[in-house]
């Protein structure tokens, strides 16, 4: 009678793959983690208004802090993805946060925008590994048809929560040197987070959640060692590459950086009342990302091959409609632009269930950290920073309405029509790295 380890057919392997030990605690683990990502990503969009009047700057300025801190995600992203594949990706999203939350109680004492812009740039780039690093762990806690719920239950509770902290970091705005309180307070979320991964995390290690590897043991899954040629090959595959050109005109996510500007200088809101629109924006997200989650798992089952496809593409469809009656008329209530905001962050929301699960089912499993890096950190940072230093210079002259019809809605129609092209490569790519695995397993079993 044979073992496990050596039956030749998957079914245990799938019935492991769907109970990786510790799950659901490593994802509410990694939801603190990202929520200091994401909040860090629109704290200082939050609190400008009131840094802007204590340092005499200007939205360029804002331009500025926000690209720079993501222009350094660009080197810094990929580096901690190597450093995770070699000290352990729990020990990097240790450092990360330690280092980040450091930083981001220097951000606090900052005398000068010159100052603010060095820390704020430091703690970005401490924190951005925790992004690609938690994404791959999850791809490894949970097998491919469950990766849509999860990123969605991810994402989803990540935002809602961070939504809430944002307008509660804005209420220190009303204090001498309020928005230094609120700088301080994210360092501490930092560190927080960063004790609650060395308490909490367990890695399932890479492969755990594949049907075709899930039962073999450690020293029997065979897992090329990951080179600097390994990580170029990644461009080689088409959705791959379609995707990473899809995050460049990913102009939606602007809105985290000037929504509260715009709702401040172009409609004559106060700070702290603009930033209430941030609360429906988190609950929609929320209600993208948990319900899209089960909306990909019912289209994975009735259009298998390019559900997750039509799904993502609509997304992008549904945010520009939105934006454009969000941005391009004036309404005089901000429970008006609460609903609104609440509906775009509901179509931005829709994303993760979809695109995280994407890369990783046309990745093999070793390079799904340095893949997510060069989704998250790379093209995604290239693309904000991109979008951060034009708008913040053409605002300056054409306002910001006019910056987000050609980056909200004009180049989020441009997004879905590039999406189309995934519909005839993906399925093929997502069939190849199902052979390579199976490959691995045969190996696997007759070397056993």
Not at 45 to 50: E, G, H, S
Not at 170 to 191: E, H, K, N, P, V
Not at 417 to 445: G, H, I, K, M, N
Request: hydrophobic share 50%; glycine share 10%.
């Amino acid at each position: 009678m044979t073992t496990p380890t050596t039956q030749p057919g998957t079914a245990e392997g799938t019935a492991q793959a769907r109970r990786v030990p510790h799950r659901w605690r490593n994802l509410a683990t990694l939801t603190g983690v990202t929520v200091v990502d994401n909040t860090e990503a629109g704290l200082s969009a939050t609190l400008f208004p009131t840094i802007a009047a204590a340092l005499k700057l200007q939205s360029s300025h804002l331009g500025l802090l926000a690209a720079l801190g993501k222009l350094v995600a660009v080197p810094t992203g990929p580096a901690w993805a190597w450093l995770a594949g070699r000290i352990g990706r729990r020990n990097t999203l240790i450092i990360t946060t330690l280092t980040g939350g450091a930083f981001g109680i220097a951000a606090g004492f900052s005398q000068n925008f010159i100052q603010l812009l060095i820390f704020n740039s430091l703690m970005s780039a401490a924190i951005i590994g925790g992004s690609p690093i938690a994404n791959s762990i999850i791809a490894d806690s949970f097998d491919d048809s469950q990766r849509g719920r999860a990123a969605g239950y991810f994402y989803g509770s990540m935002s809602l929560i961070s939504s809430f902290i944002a307008p509660l970091i804005a209420l220190f705005t009303g204090l001498s040197d309020g928005w230094r309180y609120g700088m301080w307070t994210i360092g501490a979320i930092c560190i927080a987070g960063g004790l609650a991964v060395a308490l909490l995390l367990r890695d399932p290690g890479i492969g755990a959640s594949e049907r075709q590897l899930a039962d073999l043991s450690g020293r029997d899954r065979i897992t090329p060692k990951v080179s600097a040629r390994a990580v170029m090959s990644l461009f080689r595959i088409r959705s791959f590459s379609i995707m990473m050109v899809s995050r460049l005109l990913s102009g939606h996510l602007l809105i985290t950086i000037f929504g509260i500007q715009f709702l401040v200088t172009e409609r004559g809101f106060t700070n702290a009342v603009a930033a209430v629109v941030l609360v429906p924006f988190g609950l929609g997200y929320f209600t993208g990302t948990v319900g899209g989650g089960w909306l990909v798992a019912l289209l994975d089952r009735v259009l298998p091959s390019n559900g997750r496809v039509a799904y993502l593409q609509g997304a992008q469809i549904l945010f520009a409609a939105v934006a454009f009656f969000a941005t391009q008329f004036h309404y005089d209530s901000i429970a008006i632009y609460g609903v609104f905001w609440a509906l775009m962050g509901f179509a931005q929301g829709a994303n993760p269930p979809a695109n995280r699960p994407i890369v990783a089912a046309v990745v093999p499993p070793e390079l799904r950290s340095q893949a997510f890096a060069i989704f998250i950190t790379v093209f995604e940072t290239l693309g904000w920073a991109a979008f951060s230093l034009g708008a913040g210079t053409l605002a300056a002259t054409i306002g910001i309405q006019a910056v987000f019809l050609w980056t909200l809605v004009i180049l989020m129609l441009i997004n879905a029509a590039v999406l189309t092209s995934l519909y005839f490569c993906y399925p093929r790519d997502v069939a190849r790295v199902r052979d390579t695995l199976e490959q691995r397993r045969q190996e696997a079993l007759q070397d056993g």
